[in-house]
C-alpha cells in the first residue's frame, strides 16, 4: 500500500531531524500563503526551525554543497508545512507549478542548480507525481538573517 | 467614515512627497502591466520620480535601512500607480497575492526583510486588508541604474 | 502576407547561429515546464546549446552588454522551444505573462535592462503584438554553471 503524503511528509521530516509541526511564524508585516482560487501562493522560506536559522553563510566559503542541499530541504519542508495550515493536508495538491531558489553564493560557486536539488528532492519524495515543478535557482550576493538558502512556492490545488 | 483606498494613496504620496500623477515610463522594450483574466502582473519597478532614480546604491553601506525603506515604498507606490493607469482606480483590487523585493545589498547586510516592511507598510496602507501578500525577499549584487531596491507584483483583481 | 511565429522564429534561430530543433535538456530533478489550465510555466533557462553553456561570466567584466543581449536571446529562444515542445506550436500564445531576467553581473555594471532587452526583443521578433510582457530584471551574483544569464517565463495559452 502506497503511503500517504502526511506519511511520507513525516519521514522526510524525520530524516531532516525536525517535525515542522508548530505554526511556521514568519518575521514582517506579511502572511505566509495567498489563496487565489485554487492557486496557493506561499512566501520565500529560509532555513529556520522556531526562532533559529539552521544554515547561515555562503554557499561554496563557509557552506558546503552537502549543507546547502540541507538548507534547501529545509525551506522546502517549511513551504509544505505552510500548506498544511492553509489547507489542512496535503491532499489537495494539484500540481507544483513553480519554485524559486535563491542560493546566498560565492563568488565562484556555480552550483545552485545542485543546491535547488535538495528541493526538488522533497517534493518527489512527499507528493510523487504532483510535485513535478519548474524551478529557477539564481546565486545571490545575501539573505535576510544571512540565511543559505530561500525558496518560494505557487501551488496548484484541486478545485 | 473610512477614507477611500485612493484618499490614502495620495495621503501616503504626501508622506513620501511625491505626487505619482503623471505617466509610469519604463525603460526597454516591453509593457508596464499585463491582465490576463483577472490577474493583473506589473513590471519591476526601482525608485525612479520622473526620470530621476531616487535611492541609488549598495544598502548597509552607501545607503541606510531607512534610505532603502523609503525606496521600496516609492517602489510599491509606482507599482499601484501603474495599477490605477491600467484599471482606472484601486477600487478592482481583490488581493495582492505577491511581491518580489530585491534589495542591492552591501556583502554583509542581512536586513532585507526589513527593507521589504517598506513595501508591506504601503499596501496596508493603501488597501487594507486586501493588501495582505505573500513576499520574496532577496539580497542581489546589482540593480538597473544601481537603484537600491526593486519590486514587482503580482494583484488579483475583482472580476 | 504576414510570416508565421514559427518562421519568425527559424529566423531569430538563424540569425543567433543554432537551430533549437533537439530537444531541451535540463539539468535536474525537475521538468522545464508545467501547464494549468491556460498557464504554461517555463523553468529558467541558461544560453545553454546541447551540453555547452554559450555564454559565461560576469557581465561588466569578462562578458560586455553586447555578448549578454546575445545570452538573453539564447535563453529567450530555449523557453520558446521549450513551449514548442509542450504544446506543438507557437500559435497557442495569448500573451507572455511575465519574464525574469537575471545578470550574472560585475560590482559596477547597472546595465540589466538592457540586457533584459535582448530577451524581449526575441518575444517581439517572434509573436509580435503577443510577445508583450512584463519583466523584471535583476543584478545576481553567480548563476548556474556560470551562466551570464538566466530567464525564465510565464505564458499565457489560448483555451
Known amino acids: 500500500m502506497e503511503l ?16 515542522f509541526n508548530g505554526e511556521i ?12 482560487g485554487n492557486d496557493l501562493y506561499i512566501s520565500g522560506q529560509i532555513p529556520r526551525v522556531n526562532d533559529t536559522v539552521m544554515v547561515t553563510g555562503r554557499v561554496g566559503e563557509a557552506v558546503t554543497l ?10 522546502t519542508m517549511r513551504a ?9 493536508s496535503l491532499d489537495h495538491v494539484k500540481k507544483v507549478l513553480r519554485i524559486n531558489v535563491f542560493v546566498n553564493s560565492a563568488a565562484d560557486f556555480t552550483q545552485q542548480s545542485e543546491v535547488a ?12 507525481d504532483a510535485g513535478a515543478h519548474t524551478r529557477t535557482s539564481v ?11 530561500e525558496v518560494d512556492m505557487l501551488v496548484a490545488l484541486e478545485p
Do not use: M
Not at 25 to 36: D, E, K, L, Q, T
Not at 139 to 149: D, E, I, M, R, T
Open 4 to 19: 500517504s503524503r502526511q506519511s511520507r511528509f513525516h519521514a522526510v521530516a524525520r530524516q531532516i531531524g525536525h517535525t
Open 25 to 36: 511564524r514568519i518575521g514582517g508585516n506579511y502572511v505566509s500563503a495567498v489563496r487565489n
Open 66 to 75: 552537502e549543507q546547502a542541499q540541507y538548507a534547501a530541504k529545509l525551506c
Open 80 to 88: 509544505l508545512a505552510v500548506l498544511i495550515q492553509q489547507t489542512g
Open 117 to 128: 536539488d535538495g528541493a526538488s528532492e522533497v517534493l518527489y519524495a512527499v507528493l510523487g
Open 139 to 149: 546565486g545571490v550576493y545575501q539573505l535576510p538573517k544571512g540565511a543559505s538558502v
